[in-house]
């Protein structure tokens, strides 16, 4: 084949070939095509110059598409550097959902979970609130949104002004965040385990972290993949930023919903974000005697618990505020265990002991298998009135608590806890409903004394966690002693006669 010059037409072409790669690989390393020196074309191409541009051009185009192939299909989010920085309590910055009216009553429960030398938080009003000593959160007033549409028909309007608290506190650009967490002001927060729990995830990728209602008729009305705000959820940095920035679009397109959980929901659907579930968080859609529930909990850690001033004191014959204070004690001793279930047995005088540490042990005559005493007891009763205790449907498996008392195990109530050096002793005291015959086992006991190491649990452990062992110290009349530890490689929780 015979040698053609070139054409100016060609040349181009070659030129802009070149430039085009050239761009595109310095854009994504840093270089310069100044420094490449290959943007200037010679006026003439003999057959030796064409064969050494074409291998230069050929060369660009495969370190092109090596060097971009990954850049195409990474998400635009920062490279995470969690594992040299780990996650601390002073990396979350929460948002409390107030009122003028609710926030004075509301402020005991906010204390027991606030630290201002550890927490960072603020409280969102409608309006100035009176100024505090420090042990509640800052208040910040949120800004007006009469602008924005309410449709519901008999809903609150402050669910946009609480809603738009993700954007508010996102705008306030606070240094060195790596997640918010949204509450309410009745909602107990659990920060050491929201910390634990948190690190598990990448706050540099898109996460939207919290968990549904107990109650399946509540799921129904509003979502299954919703996280309900009241027993709260939180956001990764990198996904706040952007929902902060398209919210209010998102607010005027939802005006028809009822909550401000179902707006952020909404918009963060809007953004292609699904829920992570993490059932910890609790938004307790419930009323009456939390004990089922608590004495049961899931091996995952306790995050949260809301609607408080809906249930019944989780400790007898003390106020609220001080049975939340009481197990508080033990979450500032030991939080990674708090309400942890562990189940041990006595073959000899055939019992089983059933521990929900920091709160309550239930001592059973004879032989109860251990996903049995998983399941929930029925003391609650639904959120909504209106349904019939008996029709209600819940979002666990459940068993029924026997209205005799003479028919329900004994239990013994948390009183104390003592940590010295990592052991944390713990001392339950019997509670009495009713003078009952019971097995001359348990007929004089009236103490359980509890010892255990405190937990304390690595990510990897997080993701895959292993109930604990105990064991019962023999010889028991008055007082019994329970030892909790790791369970053997294959050991079997269960009754071995």
Known sequence: MSWKKPTKRRLSFFKRTIRYLCLSFSHSHALTCSKMRLITLPKTLNPSRLKTLLLIVSFLFILYLLFNRHNCHA???????????????????????????????????????????????????????????????????????????????????????????????????????RWYVFGDDDTVFFVDNLVKT?????????????????????????????????????????????????????????????????????????????????????????????????????????????????????????????????LFEAVNADPARILQQSVCYDPSNSLTISVAWGYAIQVFDGNESLPDLLSLQRTFTPWKRSINIDASHYMFKMREYPKDPCKRPVIFFLESVIPDKGVVWSYYTRHVVKECVRPSAVKNLKHIKVISQMLELDIEQMKAPRRQCCNILPSF?????????????????????
């Open 75 to 177: 998400p635009p989010t920062i490279i995470s550097r969690a594992s040299d920085y780990p996650l601390t309590r002073r990396h979350l910055l929460f948002a409390i959902a107030s009122s003028s009216k609710s926030w004075p009553r509301r402020k005991p429960y906010l204390r027991l979970w606030y630290s201002p030398n550890s927490t960072r938080a603020f409280a969102f009003l409608d309006s100035v609130a009176a100024s505090d000593d420090g042990t509640v959160p800052p208040v910040v007033v949120s800004a007006d949104t009469s602008k924005f549409p309410y449709t519901f028909r008999g809903g609150l309007r402050s669910a946009i002004r609480v809603a738009r608290a993700v954007k508010e506190i996102v705008d306030r650009d606070e240094k060195d965040v």
């Open 198 to 326: 948190l690190a598990k995830y990448d706050h540099a990728r898109w996460f939207y972290v919290g968990s549904n209602s107990e109650s399946y008729e509540q799921n129904v009305k509003y979502s299954f993949d919703m996280a309900f705000g009241g027993g709260g959820f939180a956001i990764s940095y990198s996904l706040a930023k952007v929902l902060a920035r398209v919210l209010d679009s998102c607010l005027v397109r939802y005006a028809h919903l009822y909550g401000s959980d179902a707006r952020v929901f909404s918009c963060l659907a809007e953004l292609g974000v699904g829920l992570t579930h993490e059932p910890g968080f609790h938004q307790v859609d419930m009323r009456g005697n939390l004990f089922g529930m608590l004495s049961s909990h899931p091996l995952s850690p306790l995050l949260s618990l809301h609607h408080l001033d809906a249930v019944e004191p989780i400790f007898p014959n003390i106020s609220r505020t001080q049975a939340m204070g009481r």
């Open 477 to 497: 009349n008055e007082s019994m002693v329970i030892n909790i530890r790791q369970c053997g490689v294959d050991e079997l929780i269960s009754m071995h006669i």
